[in-house]
């Protein structure tokens, strides 16, 4: 579906994206992470056609962008940081302004702005935008990027600033739209909602590319699976092999770093008598990479 080689955006000398590539399927959510300035932003611009890479390549869904730029717009679909939207205007006002710049009769815009009201659960209750909460702004900037029924929507910060259920609402809402079959590339600084949503991941740090691929990729890359071993027992002393261990909510707690070491604390711990309460995996996460790569 997208297949970006060698995307390299310089600014003066200094490279904003330096020989960045991957390759995304179609009906997948690809998530871009970094520092501030790793160059996230530059990325989602360069997908969306805003902005000209220096160099590189970049086809989407057989189309290559970079020598026919205007293939892209039917395809895209924007989401910017900011929700700038004409506050005069009432919201289906807007979506029929937007409507007619892609080219879409009266008929398929009111039927179209219908269908995205209902789905994003969108009231506007005949206010003007500039009334509407940030939420309801979001949405109809939403709204506005799905009008023309793009393959690919690029969303930079989709969820920003919102109130948890309005954010878990979009998130929600993102699901839905993979499931539809459209591609979804969007940045985000809430790494939580990265790791639930993405199929694949990409981290930049200083225009480069530091790794790219699934979560479970990612964790093998940066560290693997650890066990918490939560138990009692009478005399800790008797728990033979134990070399370290915390008291933690009334139960000690061992770690181990693999089944097989985790079967040994667990059989030592019983036959000394004791008892294994729980056992909880932990992975690294987003956050833990991020901190590893360094800024």
């Not at 506050?87 to 009769?105: A, N, R």
Request: overall charge negative; hydrophobic content about 40%.
């Amino acid at each position: 579906m997208i297949s970006a080689r060698d995307l390299t955006k310089l600014y003066g000398t200094v490279p904003a994206l330096d020989h960045v590539s991957f390759d995304l399927d179609r009906a997948q959510i690809f998530g871009v992470i970094g520092h501030n300035g790793a160059g996230k932003t530059t990325l989602l611009k360069i997908l969306a056609g805003l902005i000209e890479p220096t160099s590189g390549e970049l086809v989407v869904d057989g189309t290559d962008i970079l020598k026919e730029p205007d293939g892209m717009k039917q395809m895209i679909g924007y989401l910017p940081e900011e929700s700038r939207l004409y506050e005069t205007m009432k919201v289906d006002e807007y979506l029929t302004f937007f409507g007619e710049i892609y080219g879409m009769d009266r008929s398929s815009i009111r039927a179209r702005s219908k269908e995205l009201l209902d789905w994003l659960s969108l009231q506007p209750n005949g206010k003007k935008m500039g009334e509407f909460s940030k939420g309801m702004k979001r949405k109809a900037a939403i709204a506005r990027s799905l009008m023309h029924n793009p393959s690919v929507l690029i969303y930079d910060e989709a969820t920003s600033g919102l109130d948890p259920m309005t954010s878990r609402h979009i998130v929600d809402l993102m699901r839905e739209l993979r499931d539809q079959g459209k591609t979804i590339i969007l940045s985000a600084h809430n790494l939580y909602q990265v790791e639930a949503i993405c199929d694949k991941i990409l981290i930049l740090r200083r225009g480069e590319r530091v790794a790219f691929g699934s979560m479970h990729e990612l964790r093998e890359m940066f560290g693997s699976i650890y066990y918490s071993i939560y138990f009692t027992v009478s005399d800790i002393a008797k728990v033979e092999g134990l070399t370290s261990y915390v008291l933690d909510g009334g139960y000690y707690r061992a770690k181990a770093t693999s089944v097989d070491e985790m079967g040994r604390v667990s059989n030592a711990i019983v036959t000394a008598g004791g008892s294994v309460e729980r056992i909880e995996s932990h992975y690294p996460s987003l956050e833990e990479m991020l901190v590893k790569i360094g800024a």
